[in-house]
């Protein structure tokens, strides 16, 4: 298993730019997180999806921040418009859902700079 | 390669006794430590977490860690478990100017 794909790696744009982060979970997996790294906030979550519906995205900071699932293998989070403040790591996750405790298979991160 | 191990795959002990989670890392230098726990149908939740300064650092709900140079440690205690600390445990370490790289996870089973 290829474990969760994030594109791009690594993002450099200007303030006030659109940019849309991917993430492609682990095939079968029904859950999908996003979170933010900030060295202060350590690992905040954004919002996650379960069966490619949003259940919670109270950690989502502002009108700016939007994400989507439109299917079950691919989701974006995207930015718009983007501000210097927003740089940071940005990481999706995946689970298998279910009753307990989901491990989380977590991709490489998109590192976001916004100038 | 920098890496962070969590020997411990499943752990299971009774309810009120002592827990130890144990977690290493492989870094040259001392990086930014942190715990997190993922509980049922929830997302991380940061436990604490290590810069620098005392070597003992307390959390939420009664969790500590001691970072251990020597021992390239930090492992995480709590002196007498309830049923609700059932839950997935993640170490993680953030090499300087890095991204965050975690630990394959501990999952915590408590007996009544």
């Known amino acids: 298993d290829a474990g969760v794909i994030q594109s791009p790696r690594h993002e450099v744009t200007e303030m006030g730019q659109e940019v849309t982060l991917r993430c492609k979970p682990i095939s079968g997996h029904n859950s999908l997180f996003w979170y933010r790294q900030t060295m202060m906030r350590g690992l905040e979550l954004l919002i996650y999806f379960n069966n490619n519906v949003p259940i919670d995205d109270s950690g989502m900071p502002e009108d700016r921040f939007s994400a989507k699932m439109p299917n079950a293998s691919f989701s974006t989070l995207k930015i718009q418009p983007s501000e210097p403040r927003d740089s940071a790591v940005y990481f999706c996750?995946?689970?298998?859902?279910?009753?307990?405790?989901?491990?989380?298979?977590f991709g490489s991160g998109t590192q976001l700079s916004v100038l | 390669a920098q890496s962070v191990t969590q020997p411990d795959i499943h752990i299971t002990v009774s309810e009120g006794a002592s827990l130890e989670l144990r977690c290493n890392y492989s870094?040259?230098?001392?990086?930014?430590l942190f715990w997190y726990v993922q509980s049922p149908g929830q997302g991380l939740q940061l436990l604490l977490k290590y810069f620098s300064g005392d070597t003992l650092v307390q959390g939420i709900k009664g969790f500590e860690a001691e970072f251990k140079r020597s021992q390239s440690s930090f492992n995480l205690r709590k002196p007498s478990v309830h049923w609700s600390d059932a839950a997935e445990y993640f170490c993680a370490v953030v090499p300087r100017d890095d991204k965050i790289i975690f630990g394959k996870g501990t999952r915590l089973h408590i007996l009544p």
């Open positions: 870094y040259g230098a001392t990086p930014y």
């Open positions: 996750a995946s689970s298998l859902g279910g009753e307990g405790v989901e491990k989380l298979f």
